[in-house]
Structure formats: structure tokens, C-alpha cells
């Protein structure tokens, strides 16, 4: 019953910025870490970035200094800022998140991707 719902991603140019943001909806009791990661054609799914219930945030090396994760408990969405975005930005980006579903345990769950695509 839960869903992931990404939006904002699309084509942008090269030094451009863009934000992605993902909704949780469904039976949802209580929501952990949230985080982003994206899967480039040939490449294995990268991490990006997390952030915990009480916003400790983490970032991959790659994109530290210019995406920034943030959540919005309330709605529970997360979303990424990213800046500067490079072709080798190009990938499907993924949100996902620890949820806690009609009772059961917590567990991961994942939106389907949106595409980001950095091209002039």
C-alpha cells in the first residue's frame, strides 16, 4: 500500500540546477531515514544522500557541495537541490525510505525513478 511518487526531474543544461522531490503516501505509520540514489546506464545504483528523522544528513563524495537533501516530516516528502549539475550528473534518481506499514517492521521502500538528463 505504500507508495513512492518522484517528481522534478527532466532535462537541464550543463551548470543548472534542478529539484526532485519525492512524496510518500499509503499506510504509513512512522518514517525513518530518507535518502536518494541514482543508477547510471552500465553503472551500479549510487548512493547520494540520507537524512535521519532528526535531520542528520549524509552525502556521497561525488555530490557533497552541491546537492543538498532536506524532508519535510509533515508531508513526508524528501527532496534534492542539486546545483552546478554535470553531464555525468545523467542518471534515473530514486528516492527511498525506512517506513514503518500497517504495523510491520520498518523497511525500505523505493519510487520508481525519474530520469535526469544534463545536456546542452
Known amino acids: 500500500q505504500v507508495q513512492l511518487v518522484e517528481s522534478g526531474g527532466g532535462l537541464v543544461q550543463p551548470g543548472g540546477s534542478l529539484r526532485l522531490s519525492c512524496a510518500a503516501s499509503g499506510s504509513i505509520d512512522s518514517i525513518g531515514v530518507m535518502g536518494w540514489y541514482r543508477q547510471a546506464p552500465g553503472k551500479q545504483r549510487e548512493f547520494l544522500a540520507n537524512?535521519?528523522?532528526?535531520?542528520?544528513?549524509n552525502y556521497a563524495d561525488s555530490v557533497k557541495d552541491r546537492f543538498t537533501i532536506s524532508r519535510d516530516n509533515a508531508k513526508n516528502t524528501v527532496s534534492l537541490q542539486m546545483i552546478s549539475l554535470k553531464p555525468e550528473d545523467t542518471a534515473v534518481y530514486y528516492c527511498?525510505?525506512?517506513?514503518?506499514?500497517?504495523?510491520?517492521?520498518?523497511?525500505?521502500?523505493w519510487g520508481q525513478g525519474t530520469q535526469v538528463t544534463v545536456s546542452s
Open positions: 527511498s525510505m525506512m517506513i514503518r506499514s500497517g504495523g510491520r517492521p520498518y523497511d525500505y521502500y
Open positions: 537524512i535521519a528523522s532528526i535531520g542528520i544528513t
